[in-house]
């Protein structure tokens, strides 16, 4: 409901602007297009923005991690689709994410838009217990789920000292 809710904002807000909707799994993908399905009868504005071909072949869409390689939008929405037990506990179950290589799917992700990246997930980074993590795309996504807590301040352990620019390296820049 959350995606549905962004998209149609989205639609509203920014209507001359491409979109894209980034899921962590099929399931979650094929919830989230029956919701725009629904939600489309009943909005017109939505129903045409999603419709709409920005560009020479743009249009809205929403893939997997799995399968969004090459695609490129103005804004970007993540969802992650993962949550918490009803006993409140979180889950571990990140798909791709806890495979090898998962780090990489991530970092595609995160890197489709061209102006912004918006998140929708129903944690916090303090949920994700990093001795939990045993996957390099699993610490990954909590690293980038506490970046977007901060508003983009927190850049964590991951940042690269700011190393001395030789003379061509000063001139360049």
């Not at 639609?11 to 399905?37: C, F, Q, W, Y």
């Not at 217990?129 to 901060?150: H, W």
Request: positive net charge; contains cysteine; proline residues 3%.
């Amino acid at each position: 409901d959350a995606v549905v809710q962004a998209v149609a904002s989205h639609a509203r807000k920014h209507p001359n602007e491409s979109l894209g909707v980034i899921t962590m799994s099929i399931k979650h993908k094929n919830r989230i297009d029956e919701s725009l399905r629904r939600a489309r009868q009943e909005d017109r504005i939505l129903d045409a923005y999603m419709d709409k071909v920005f560009g020479p072949t743009e249009k809205f869409f929403v893939k997997n991690l799995e399968r969004v390689q090459g695609d490129e939008r103005d804004a970007i929405l993540m969802s992650t689709g993962y949550g918490k037990s009803t006993e409140g506990r979180m889950r571990y179950w990140f798909g791709p994410l806890n495979q090898q290589g998962g780090e990489r799917r991530l970092n595609v992700a995160v890197t489709r838009a061209r102006s912004r990246v918006g998140l929708i997930t129903s944690f916090s980074s303090a949920d994700m217990d990093p001795a939990k993590l045993r996957a390099v795309g699993a610490q990954m996504l909590r690293d980038y789920v506490k970046y977007c807590e901060s508003g983009g301040t927190d850049l964590g352990h991951r940042v690269r000292p700011n190393i001395e620019l030789n003379p061509f390296e000063r001139d360049v820049r």
